[in-house]
């Protein structure tokens, strides 16, 4: 079992930053997969972000070039630097962790532990 634990949501002005931070504890020797999502109300989860062996990422377009995904294994946490944020990055934010061997992905399909997930609300 996988535990995941979200930090650093909240409001934030239009165009500011927030990090926000995903602690994993558990059997995390085969997560090589880590990913963030949100969820906005009436919306569909949606992936943000993926990072895969601590190197590779991947981004949804909508996201690309304001958001980045690092992890820390030494910490087993993985971040999310969000920058630029804009009204419609407003939602829930889930960090997932994928024993996938398949590589990155933005597929919820692909994960196997969900996190309870942090709010993040960006006013105009």
């Known amino acids: 079992q996988v535990q995941l634990v979200e930090s650093g949501g909240g409001s934030v002005q239009t165009g500011g930053s927030r990090r926000l931070s995903c602690a994993a504890s558990?059997?995390?020797?085969?997560?090589?997969?880590m990913g963030w999502f949100r969820q906005a109300p009436g919306k569909e989860r949606e992936g943000v972000a993926a990072?895969?062996?601590?190197?590779?990422?991947y981004y949804a377009d909508s996201v690309k070039s304001r958001f980045t995904i690092s992890q820390d294994n030494a910490k087993k946490t993985v971040y999310l630097q969000m920058n630029s944020l804009k009204p419609e990055d407003t939602a829930m934010y889930y960090c997932?962790?994928?024993?996938?061997?398949?590589?990155?992905?933005?597929?919820?399909?692909?994960?196997?532990?969900w996190g309870q997930g942090t709010q993040v609300t960006v006013s105009s």
């Open positions: 990072i895969w062996n601590s190197l590779a990422t």
């Open positions: 997932a962790a994928s024993a996938s061997r398949g590589g990155l992905s933005l597929r919820a399909y692909d994960y196997n532990y």
């Open positions: 558990g059997d995390t020797g085969n997560m090589r997969l």
